[in-house]
């Protein structure tokens, strides 16, 4: 009975490896972006980092169409019409939702894969996050 109770206690402190990654249980865990939105996550990447961390539930929003392409202008979303030259590839989404561990994790994997962002890489958080 002693030995049980042993077993118990050392698995309630042992750090379980999907732990950490299933506490976010509505957070994105695949990522589009090209790098106009690698650019804007980079830039912000302190104010996001901090959100989450200040935030009740540990999750900030990640508004990457939010921010100026240098213009002064905003990318305000929507439908677009048709460019008659080819141009970047539009990303069908912008906004997610994701954790301190997913933030941290996706700017390390930004700083790998930073050549491989034209026209779009997808990140699949949930699988390139959890080996550390």
């Known amino acids: 009975m002693g030995s049980f109770k042993h077993f118990i206690l050392i698995a309630a402190l042992v750090p379980w490896p999907s732990t950490a990654l ?28 901090a959100e989450a961390a200040t935030s009740p539930n540990g999750r900030a929003r990640v508004d990457l169409a939010s921010c100026d392409d240098g213009t002064g202008e905003k990318d305000r979303g929507g439908l677009l019409v048709m460019p008659s030259v080819p141009g970047p ?13 997913y933030i941290i994790c996706l700017k390390e994997l930004l700083s790998r894969h930073a050549d491989e962002l034209d026209p779009t890489r997808t990140f699949d958080l949930y699988e390139e996050c959890r080996d550390g």
Request: proline content about 0%; charged content about 30%; hydrophobic content about 35%.
């Open 22 to 49: 299933a506490q976010c249980r509505v957070c994105d865990e695949v990522i589009e972006l090209n790098s106009d939105y690698a650019r804007c996550f980079n830039s912000a990447f302190e104010e996001i980092l």
């Open 89 to 101: 590839q539009k990303i069908s989404k912008s906004v997610y939702l994701l954790d301190e561990t």
